[in-house]
């Protein structure tokens, strides 16, 4: 089991300068669209390339649309990973702060 | 790439086989081509797909998002029996029997 991440938390220690890896697993062009202050795209379909070739920090939070690819995904990077790893609950669709 | 896949961490229904696969897909009154779609619209569609169907009826859905063979049969919940099969390069059928 991953944890669970709600997504007031991430806002507020996002505002706190809290160091953290915040993935966006969303695609490119949603991503580039508008997404969440400091979080980093790496796409669901580039997680395998990518989860070997990067450091990673302490803690990784996964964000995704509607927070469950993000489970999946927690799983696997929890698994792959040193990283303390949660999904963000509820995705973007739970999210209520800024965007850009 | 070192270590378990994406695959592996993605919580599956039952897997059937190549055979089983094939009739499941004949027997299909509906199927739904979700290549290229993502989290949440495979779930949405295939709860709508579900409720217009009978009972005993089966709904395919393809896909190559690994994450819906877990996200589509869990947001479909009790009404369906699920069951999986993957083809072993990255595309999926997700078999929904409406109970």
Redesign the interface.
């Known amino acids: 089991m991953v944890a669970e991440t709600p997504p007031e938390e991430v806002r507020a220690r996002l505002e706190a300068g809290e160091g953290f890896d915040l993935v966006d697993i969303r695609d490119a062009d949603a991503y580039d669209e508008a997404h969440i202050p400091g979080a980093e795209n790496v796409p669901l379909d580039d997680l395998e390339d990518a989860v070997d070739d990067r450091e990673w920090a302490d803690e990784v939070i996964v964000a995704c649309y509607v927070g469950e690819s993000s489970v999946q995904v927690a799983r696997f990077l929890d698994a792959r990973t040193d990283a303390e790893v949660s999904s963000m609950a509820g995705g973007y669709d739970a999210w209520r702060g800024d965007l850009e | 790439?070192?270590?378990?896949?994406?695959d592996?961490?993605?919580?599956m229904p039952d897997e059937v086989d190549d055979e089983t696969a094939e009739r499941l897909a004949e027997q299909a009154v509906e199927t739904q081509d979700m290549t290229g779609e993502?989290?949440?619209y495979p779930?949405v569609e295939a709860k709508k797909a579900i409720q217009r169907l009978d009972s005993g009826d089966l709904l395919l859905q393809e896909t190559d998002?690994?994450?819906s063979t877990?996200?589509v049969p869990?947001a479909v919940g009790d009404a369906v029996d699920a069951r999986v099969w993957r083809s072993g390069d990255g595309l999926y059928r997700i078999f929904l029997r409406k109970r």
């Open positions: 790439m070192s270590g378990p896949s994406l592996d961490f993605v919580d993502v989290c949440p779930q998002h690994v994450p877990e996200n869990r």
